[in-house]
């Protein structure tokens, strides 16, 4: 008889958002005439750069044309693209990243959750909490996890983020972890490392012979030129370290659909026997096996973003939300909760002094505002809200206008 995954039966009985999504429906459907402001879920609402618009636009009518048509392109992604990321993402921050190294893919969160098939499935994984929870979901479908008790995934080891360490996970104790998922800025506190932190996390990937899987979907957003805009940018961690970068909240491509995996060749994994291996001809294999690359007009729009026009229109993009964070930021500073990110970040973390669904409850049912309760990321994300930036100008200072008087602040 044909049988079933049973790992996927230790999912929790449903993923964050769609927790969410439910809740907003039923109120939708008992307040049908409430104007709903989402501020949950991260995605963008401005349009693409006219950059990005131009190069669809000219490369779709390249496939006009039997002379310049294009059919299945290189699935690490065309070296046009590639090269400009090296060049302008990497090398322009003294990063030795080479076009080779980089593999072109339709998302982050595909190559955040696809990446773990490349490793042993008897691995110690290490994830922060709050997480994003694709990390830890798709190790449960792997089967690295045991069973969900009181809200953690046995064998998993939880690196936990919180007010006192400043949202940044501590070295564990422990020096029994194989994977380690780190993200920054993060993704859902905000909170952004200093070299110093992530420096340290390197020297423990070291000396453990572990790997760890960086997530800077959100790099754009850093201002503060201090901040490590790659973990690249600490000496050694080409050999412990894989990073994912995305287009999506850099350049609106959410619905487009195009980001990026460095793989350096230096990055070393073990088999069991103990023998070191390069991990860039194992993703290589299993990109090129499962994936046939990203369009060539996306691609195309995806180069665009390096160019002068599209530096510009990127960082106006970049700056608006910014100004958004800041304004949601100030405005919950002012009713009296503690905030984290949304200055280099577009997410504002914001303690509740309540319970998390309880509050999100509140916004929701009193305010008509959609935000992410913190439970939803971990335990670590009980009494807090992640509000997000992604959103008109209009909508966030109605947005909070609402949340004040609902509030009665």
Known sequence: ??????????????????????????????????????????????????????????????????????????????????????????????????????????????DTGNIQEIFAQDITVAVPDPVYPVYVDTNVMAGRTGLNVDGRYENLVYLEANEANGFIPEIPATTNIDLIYLCFPNNPTGATATKEQLTKWVEFAKANKALILFDAAYVAFIRDNEIPHSIYEIEGADEVA??????????????????????????????????????????????????????????????????????????ELIDFYLENAKII????????????????????????????WEFFDTLLNKAAVVT???????????GYIRISAFNSRENVIEAMERIKKALNK
């Open 1 to 110: 008889m044909i049988r079933i995954n049973e790992n996927f039966n230790k999912l929790k009985a449903s993923y964050l958002f769609v927790d969410i999504a439910r809740r907003v429906e039923k109120f939708k459907e008992e307040n049908p005439s409430a104007k709903i402001i989402k501020m949950g879920i991260g995605d963008v609402t401005r349009a693409l750069p006219e950059a990005c618009i131009k190069a669809m636009h000219a490369a779709v009518d390249e496939l006009a044309s039997e002379e310049s048509f294009k059919g299945y392109g290189p699935e690490q992604g065309y070296a046009f693209l590639r090269e400009a990321i090296a060049t302008n993402d990497f090398k322009s921050r003294g990063c030795n990243i080479s076009a080779d190294e980089i593999f072109v893919s339709d998302g982050a969160k595909c």
């Open 242 to 315: 894989i990073e994912f970068r995305s287009f999506s909240k850099t350049a609106g491509f959410t619905g487009t659909r195009c980001a990026y995996t460095v793989v350096p060749k230096k990055c070393i994994a073990y088999t069991k026997s103990g023998e070191a291996q390069s991990v860039h001809p194992l993703w290589n294999r299993r990109h090129s096996t499962k994936f046939n690359g990203v369009s060539y007009p996306i691609q195309k729009a995806a180069e665009a973003v390096y160019s002068p026009e599209g530096k510009a229109q990127v960082k």
């Open 329 to 356: 930021r100030e405005s919950m500073s002012s009713l009296g909760y503690k905030c984290t990110g949304g200055d280099n970040s577009p997410y504002i973390w914001v303690q509740t002094n309540s319970d998390s």
């Open 372 to 382: 992410t309760p913190g439970a939803g990321f971990g335990n670590c994300g009980q």
